[in-house]
């Protein structure tokens, strides 16, 4: 699976939307890219997914670069609820475990 | 909320002692995996069962073991605990579909070891 990195926190004001940056510059060309995130102590989240396209579900959007190096959650109008830690997943499809890193830590203020 | 359903939520136990943690998957799901947090840390894999059968295991000692039942369901042991086995205790059933795995995490048991 392949490392990814992310900045260790970041704040977003409330109502405004929150981007948070993944970088996986060794994703192979079947790794999906998988977004969690895990409000205090609760198990993770899923968020979304993709592998080479935008998606858009009815919690955020995930816009991946062309070369597949980053890509950017977006959280449209962040609420003090989604507050929490924030992990980018490079994912083989033919494994199904996941290698969480370190995570952002995402802090809606308002 | 996901169908996946962990008990007990919280457990302590003395070093030495063994532990038993339960999983129950969300329906259509045939994989279950089990996930280390320590305090601060991200989930660390600890194995995976897929139809019965240990299908992957990460950097844990063998005194972590498992089973996974007919119904997919899921046990965790730990046997001589130690005192840093201490943590959050995460369970996941997936499911590959068409367009990627399709995985759900439990709220996890807390495990404190004295």
């Known amino acids: 699976d392949a490392k990814t990195t992310q900045p260790p926190s970041m704040d977003c004001a409330e109502g405004r939307a929150a981007n948070l940056p993944c970088n996986h510059s060794t994703i192979s060309g079947n790794e999906y890219v998988y977004w969690y995130r895990q409000i205090h102590s609760q198990g993770p989240q899923y968020i979304i997914h993709?592998?080479?396209n935008n998606e858009t579900n009815e919690m955020a959007s995930l816009i991946i670069t062309e070369d597949r190096k980053s890509s950017t959650l977006i959280l449209p109008h962040a609420t003090l609820r989604d507050t929490a830690v924030y992990y980018c997943?490079?994912?083989?499809?033919?494994?199904?475990?996941?290698?969480f890193g370190s995570g952002t830590k995402l802090n809606v203020k308002p | 909320e996901t169908g996946v359903t962990q008990s007990p939520t919280h457990l302590i136990k003395t070093r030495g002692q063994q532990v038993t943690l339960r999983c129950s998957s969300q329906s259509g799901h045939n994989t279950v995996s089990w996930y280390q947090q320590a305090l601060g840390q991200g989930p660390q894999f600890i194995f995976q069962y897929y139809r019965e059968e240990e299908n992957g295991r990460g950097n844990f000692p063998p005194r972590f073991s498992g089973l996974q039942f007919p119904n997919y369901s899921s046990e965790l042991n730990v046997n001589a605990l130690e005192l840093d086995d201490s943590a959050l205790y995460l369970c996941?059933?997936?499911?590959?579909?068409?367009?990627?795995?399709?995985?759900?995490f439990g709220q996890g048991t807390r495990l404190t070891v004295v």
């Open positions: 993709g592998l080479k």
């Open positions: 996941a059933s997936s499911s590959r579909t068409g367009s990627g795995t399709e995985a759900f």
């Open positions: 997943i490079g994912h083989l499809y033919n494994f199904n475990k996941f290698y």
